[in-house]
């Protein structure tokens, strides 16, 4: 068996290169990556794709604390079995039912 003495200059270039090929191979897969992602983009309908800026306005809330509101926001949502983030909600007040003497 044969050792080959390998100079500290030699050293450091080979790690250079390994350095370098590590980061051309990271780079390839990253283009690759955005390629498929803008591919299924373009496949994928409009009224399907979801996005945080989708929400929008103010929610008023009179006399609901904000955990009861998040769940009556939760269960319309499920009830009418679309996302959350594509219905609105202006506000949200508890409603009192009388005794009916007006």
């Known amino acids: 068996m044969h050792v080959t003495e390998i100079t500290i200059g030699s050293g450091l270039l080979i790690a250079l290169m390994g350095m ?8 390839l897969l990253t283009g690759v990556f955005a390629l498929i992602s803008r591919g299924t983009q373009v ?6 794709r979801v996005s945080a800026s989708d929400s929008y306005g103010e929610l008023r809330l009179h006399n609901v604390q904000e955990q009861e509101a998040a769940m009556i926001m939760a269960i319309v ?7 959350l983030n594509t219905l609105r909600f202006c506000e949200i007040r508890e409603v009192y039912q009388g005794n009916g003497d007006g």
Do not use: G, I, R, S
């Open 20 to 27: 370098v090929l590590v980061l051309v191979v990271l780079l």
């Open 77 to 83: 949502a499920h009830e009418l079995q679309v996302p």
């Open 43 to 48: 496949f994928t309908p409009k009224e399907t």
